[in-house]
């Protein structure tokens, strides 16, 4: 396992979408084990592969929770209920956060590390996390989504 760099700021592959993982080999279990050391050594709570370079549908998130440490792959939001407005930051454009409205409840369709179809629901932060992953996956970032800065001192 090793630490990633995180591809930041104006990166042009933080704009690029990512392609579905075909199949689970030893490239992407690797992939997958080094974004979670890059996740934790950063502080994050969520990381995707795009951020380390790699554009592929590959999604890391653990909030710190019981039962919300996960691998996503291929992940694809299938219901979405209410509505929260948060602080954000992304560990791709370090030392910026601002606020975002994002759904507060949302379920998850995704394989795991060993390639079984699984959904989760999270509420609030994994909601959050979710939506924020995904999205890189598509190319989009939060800060596109920000409706108010917060003042750093």
């Given at each position: ?27 992407t ?42 691998v ?55 909601a ?26």
């Amino acid at each position: 396992m090793a630490l990633r760099n995180i591809r930041i700021d104006d990166d042009p592959i933080l704009r690029k979408v990512s392609r579905p993982v075909e199949k689970l080999d030893q490239r992407t279990q690797t992939l997958i084990d080094d974004m979670f050391d890059t996740m934790y050594d950063a502080e994050g709570v969520g990381l995707a592969a795009p951020q380390v370079g790699v554009l592929k549908q590959v999604v890391v998130i653990d909030t710190g929770e019981e039962d919300e440490k996960m691998v996503l792959i291929n992940p694809e939001i299938i219901r979405e209920e209410g509505e929260q407005r948060g602080q954000e930051g992304c560990l791709s454009f370090p030392g910026k956060a601002g606020f975002v409205t994002r759904p507060n409840v949302v379920t998850v369709r995704a394989l795991d590390r060993e390639g079984n179809v699984f959904e989760k629901t999270g509420e609030g932060l994994l909601a959050r996390a979710f939506c924020h992953e995904i999205d890189h996956l598509k190319g989009q970032v939060y800060i596109d989504k920000v409706e108010e800065w917060v003042k750093r001192e």
